[in-house]
Each structure stands twice: as C-alpha cells, then as structure tokens.
C-alpha cells in the first residue's frame, strides 16, 4: 500500500508555495509501507492533501514532490511533461543546444535532460528518477528521435541517495563529441567525460553578451572547453584561455581550428597563481573573464568560498587596463547574489582600483528559476569597469 506522509504543523507551507523538497525532520509520521523510491502521497498536519512524489528513506530530502493533482507517474505523464519542458525553449529560440529539463523548474525533481544537436544528455539525481530513467528514455526517443542518448550522472549528490555513480549509453550511439552550434560558433562537446553533462549551457546567452566588453587582449580564465574563449575571439585581438586542464585546452584549441580563429592561444594553469604571475610581472589585459567551478557547494563552505573568491577578483582588478572590463560570475547558489556583490565591494577597495557595474544577468532563460525555490536560481554574472 503506497506511503502515506503527514507534515509537522505548518511545515506544508514552503511546499504549497511551490517548492517541491520534504525534508526528513518535517514529517510528523508516515503511514502503510511500500518500495524505496515508490510514488508516495504528502498530506499536511491535518490532512490536506498536497501531493505526491517519490520518497527514499537513504536521503535527507524524503519526498520530492511533482504530481499536485490526481495524475499517475506514468509514461503518458513524462511525454507529456518533456514535451511541455521542450515546448518552453522552442517558444524562446532554442533550436540546437539547450536545456531540455532543469528539474525542479520544470516540474521534474531530479532530472536533468540537455540536448546537443542530434543527441541528448540526461542525469538522473534521485531514487525515484533512477528507478523510472528507462521510461523516460523511451519517451525521450519517442518525442525528439535522438541519435543516441548518454546519461551522465557521474555526481557526488546521487550517494546522498543511496546511488553510484554511472555514465552509460541510454540509446543509440553517442560520439565521444557532438557537435553543436552555439551563437553562430561550432563547438565540440566532449559529453562523456566533460564538466556537467558536457558544456555549461547556462552561460550561452551571457558568453554571447560578452562580447561587447572583449575587443582587445582578453584573459579567459577557468576556460574549460573556450565557450566564452570562443565569444570572445569574434571580436577581440588576441584571447588567452587559461584551465588547470590541459584536456579542456585541447578542446579549446580543437574547438578553435574548427571555426578558423587564429587568435586564440592556451596556458596550462593554477588560475590563482596565474593571475599572481601576471600581476608580478605588470602584464594587463583589456578584459579578464572570471567563470570558475562552484566553490562552495554546502553552506558550511561559504566562507573559505569567499576568501577564494575574493582573493581572484582582486588580483583580476589589478590586471585590467584602466577604462577595461572584469566579467566575473558565480555558479555556487550558496554564493548569493547579495553575498557575491558584497564581496566584489570588498575586492574593489582591497585592490586599489575604482570599478563600477555595467551589467548584471543571471543564467540562460532554457534554466528558469523558481521564485519559491532559491537553489534554481544559482548563477550571478557581473560586468565590471575598471575606471
């Protein structure tokens, strides 16, 4: 019989607002007994019902609720929902690379679909979607008739879930890199074995917003695979892309042959030690691009994130030309844009340089955030002048 939840007193209230996490040590009993990563229905303390979702007794987070009707989790219940999702981004645009589903804000806790070209990325975050993901390939076949369909959930947050980690071929066949088109530029995605679920999507319509701010020498830190490297070399003179990574720079480079560009040179590095070394030596640049990897991703990491940050941005600062352009981001939620601002003011006095703000955006419009759910809306994007 399925799993029956009753919230503590006034704990339904987040979750009627939208939020889809029940969380352990919100729940005043669970009533009848199923299989782990079962459809379980959540009622509030004196009955109501508000919904239902798939619990996993191993997680913190009991139930993620998706269902706020009378709707079954079945296959005519995903296709419909993945259609909906896709729906959205055609309506905006997006024809080629995207993100199909972002989880929770697209009604779908735990599942993450983007799509590259002819072929489709997914992971798979809970139990519950784990359990289903063979369903929702199918579904994913039958709608869009991908080539090949590749799950990459190779992440450290399925283990709060009880979960390995795992990439696979779901369907078809999948290259070890699809291309794709991305603001007129073609660009190799190393899907298996890239950050994410290959590339990071999110930053598209702000790599493309860049380029106003990068005619000159342009320092692209924490490269990756060149996406803002790439924007960049449009228009600037000359673009030096810099990763730890020596295979993220070969993607750079092979991503940079592909389109022509003669502009793009690579530097193998610690970033922080780097932007030192430049900063020892008096090298300045006209714009210096900031994207790193989250530094913090509990909230007991917030402030050695901080310190981190803030130690990049300053030294940054001190490495624009006078008149150029810091584009510096975040992708940590628990950075906050509040937080995130507040220390690029402290970064801005340490440094000795006047800056002021020209532009503020957030991630791309195919990762909508929800307003009663503050972990989808994760990535701040600030232009900054060096005057």
Wanted: aromatic share 10%.
């Amino acid at each position: 019989m399925a799993y029956e939840i009753y919230l503590k007193k006034n704990e339904e209230k987040r979750i009627v607002a939208g939020h889809s996490w029940v969380y352990a040590n919100e729940v005043a009993r669970i009533e009848n007994k199923d299989k782990n990563g079962s459809l379980a229905t959540v009622y509030s303390h004196d009955g109501r019902y508000i919904g239902k979702g798939y619990i996993n007794h191993a997680s913190k987070i009991l139930v993620r609720i998706f269902i706020r009707d009378n709707q079954l989790d079945d296959a005519e219940y995903y296709t419909n929902a993945l259609k909906t999702a896709n729906n959205y981004r055609l309506s905006l645009g997006y024809d080629n690379c995207y993100r199909m589903v972002f989880a929770e804000a697209d009604n779908l806790p735990a599942l993450i679909v983007d799509r590259y070209g002819d072929y489709i990325v997914m992971q798979c975050l809970s139990l519950g979607i784990d359990l289903r993901k063979k369903m929702i390939c199918d579904c994913l076949v039958k709608l869009f008739a991908p080539k090949g369909i590749y799950e990459r959930s190779d992440v450290a947050v399925r283990k709060k879930e009880g979960l390995t980690e795992i990439k696979q071929v779901l369907y078809g066949e999948v290259p070890d890199y699809c291309e794709i088109c991305e603001n007129g530029i073609k660009m190799l995605v190393d899907v298996k074995n890239g950050q994410k679920t290959g590339y990071f999507l999110d930053q598209k319509e702000n790599r493309f917003a860049s380029r106003k701010y990068c005619k000159g020498e342009v320092l692209d830190c924490f490269c990756n695979s060149g996406g803002f490297s790439l924007n960049a070399a449009t228009v600037a003179k000359s673009v030096t892309a810099c990763d730890i990574s020596e295979l993220a720079l070969k993607n750079v480079r092979d991503n940079a042959e592909l389109n022509g560009f003669k502009n793009i040179s690579t530097l193998c590095g610690d970033v922080f030690e780097v932007l030192r070394k430049f900063k020892k030596d008096k090298k300045q640049f006209d714009t210096v691009i900031l994207d790193p990897p989250a530094f913090c991703k509990t909230a007991d990491e917030v402030k050695d994130a901080y310190r981190g940050y803030k130690d990049i941005n300053i030294t940054a600062m001190k490495i624009v030309k006078k008149g150029g352009f810091l584009i510096t981001c975040s992708c940590s939620h628990y950075m906050s844009a509040s937080l995130f601002e507040k220390m690029l003011i402290e970064a801005s006095r340490e440094s000795g340089r006047i800056v002021r703000c020209v532009e503020i955006k957030t991630q791309s419009s195919d990762h909508p955030s929800l307003l009663c759910a503050d972990e989808t809306n994760y990535l701040k994007f600030f232009v900054l002048q060096l005057i």
